[in-house]
């Protein structure tokens, strides 16, 4: 039984070994970029943009939308970010429509490398936004006494980002396997449609949390701020 | 029973019981929570992309409690590092 696609290995020379997750994390990266840039190679800017560009283009402007609903500021420096990473996760998800393609998220290695993102850019947008004294406050805000509180909350949401997109895609392909063996005839195919939902809705929940962790690190001290100066004068 | 009998049969019986200890409070709370979203909903309708936004991201939290044992309990029962010291012990 395996349990993540790591140790599948496709070719190895040497110390460099090219296991299932890196190659299909790459065709994943590959997909997207091409397509974009595809789709995106002719744009216009009249009326009647072609199919791809308007796919495209709603894509963007629904994640736009939903940054705007879960952080209350411009999604404008956000959305290179936290789109990317739902882009990247739901694709890699929902390709599992492929014979023979392993999800690179059912990968531990994969899952932490995209929670550490996380990790670190929390931190970089508070500082981006506050200012480092004003980010460095915020984890001895009450008093002095929750400074280790805050830092262990750092890693452990960390960690369950990582262990949660980790578990749920790695138990979809566990299930069908053991179903395989089972019941191979139809039961697979309804799990299988059962992973696609899951996908992409844990795809949309990192993405979530990604940003609600971003935004609770980069408006605690604005909203302050706003509070003490005259009431109207709202911040773009 | 030697050695390798009680490893695979605490690792089983553990394994069960992670899974099945671990399902019962998530499931519990996730009906709290459709129940309490879906009387939300059934109050102020207009709300019910909020609400329901909202609870996905509270059901994935919630669920992820039992995500957690379900991967302790299948790293016990596929990965258990105690039976590779000892098969490794035994044969070498």
Same mark, same amino acid.
């Given at each position: 039984?395996?349990?993540? /696609?790591?140790?599948?290995?496709?070719?190895?020379?040497?110390?460099?070994?090219?296991?299932?997750?890196?190659?299909?994390?790459?065709?994943?990266?590959?997909?997207?970029?091409?397509?974009?840039?595809?789709?995106?190679?002719?744009?216009?800017?009249?009326?009647?943009?072609?199919?791809?560009?308007?796919?495209?283009?709603?894509?963007?402007?629904?994640?736009?939308?939903?940054?705007?609903?879960?952080?209350?500021?411009?999604?404008?420096?956000?959305?290179?970010?936290?789109? !990317?990473?739902?882009?990247?996760?739901?694709? =890699?998800?929902?390709?599992?429509?492929?014979?023979?393609?392993?999800?690179?998220?059912?990968?531990?290695?994969?899952?932490?490398?995209?929670?550490?993102?996380?990790?670190?850019?929390? /931190?970089?947008?508070?500082?981006?936004?506050?200012?480092?004294?004003?980010?460095?406050?915020?984890?001895?805000?009450?008093?002095?006494?929750?400074?280790?509180?805050?830092?262990?909350?750092?890693?452990?949401?960390?960690? !369950?980002?990582?262990?949660?997109?980790?578990?749920?895609?790695? =138990?979809?392909?566990?299930?069908?396997?053991?179903?395989? =063996?089972?019941?191979?005839?139809?039961? /697979?195919?309804?799990?299988?449609?059962?992973?696609?939902?899951?996908?992409?809705?844990?795809?949309?929940?990192?993405?979530?949390?990604?940003?609600?962790?971003?935004?609770?690190?980069?408006?605690?001290?604005?909203?302050?701020?706003?509070?003490?100066?005259? /009431?109207?004068?709202?911040?773009? | 029973?030697?050695?390798?009998?009680?490893?695979?049969?605490?690792?089983?019986?553990?394994?069960?019981?992670?899974?099945?200890?671990?399902?019962? +409070?998530? +499931?519990?709370?996730?009906? #709290?929570?459709?129940?309490? *979203?879906?009387?939300?909903?059934?109050?102020?309708?207009?709300? *019910?992309?909020?609400?329901? #936004?909202?609870?996905?991201?509270?059901?994935?939290?919630?669920?992820?409690? *039992?995500?957690?044992?379900?991967?302790?309990?299948?790293?016990?029962?596929?990965?258990?590092?105690?039976?590779?010291?000892?098969?490794?012990?035994?044969?070498?």
């Amino acid at each position: 039984m395996r349990l993540s /696609p790591d140790e599948i290995i496709f070719w190895h020379w040497g110390p460099v070994t090219l296991n299932a997750t890196i190659f299909f994390t790459w065709l994943v990266m590959g997909v997207l970029v091409l397509g974009s840039w595809l789709a995106t190679r002719r744009m216009t800017g009249d009326f009647h943009p072609t199919r791809w560009q308007n796919l495209l283009e709603a894509l963007v402007t629904l994640m736009r939308d939903q940054i705007r609903d879960i952080s209350r500021q411009e999604p404008g420096r956000y959305l290179p970010f936290v789109g !990317s990473l739902f882009l990247f996760i739901a694709a =890699s998800n929902l390709l599992i429509i492929i014979p023979g393609y392993e999800p690179p998220t059912g990968s531990l290695s994969t899952t932490v490398a995209l929670a550490a993102c996380v990790l670190l850019s929390v /931190p970089f947008y508070g500082v981006a936004r506050n200012g480092l004294r004003g980010y460095v406050k915020h984890y001895i805000e009450p008093s002095f006494i929750m400074l280790p509180f805050h830092i262990i909350g750092e890693f452990t949401r960390t960690v !369950s980002l990582a262990v949660r997109l980790y578990g749920n895609i790695m =138990s979809g392909s566990v299930i069908i396997a053991i179903l395989l =063996s089972i019941a191979p005839l139809f039961f /697979p195919i309804i799990m299988q449609v059962l992973g696609l939902l899951v996908g992409l809705i844990q795809a949309y929940i990192f993405a979530v949390l990604a940003m609600v962790y971003i935004a609770s690190a980069a408006t605690a001290h604005a909203e302050k701020e706003q509070a003490g100066q005259q /009431p109207g004068k709202g911040e773009s | 029973m030697d050695t390798l009998g009680i490893i695979g049969a605490v690792a089983m019986i553990m394994s069960g019981l992670t899974i099945s200890i671990g399902s019962i +409070a998530p +499931a519990l709370a996730e009906g #709290r929570a459709v129940a309490q *979203a879906l009387s939300a909903i059934a109050q102020q309708p207009d709300e *019910a992309n909020t609400i329901s #936004r909202t609870l996905f991201v509270g059901l994935a939290m919630i669920e992820s409690v *039992a995500i957690y044992c379900f991967v302790v309990s299948l790293i016990l029962i596929f990965a258990n590092p105690f039976w590779n010291i000892a098969v490794s012990k035994m044969g070498g």
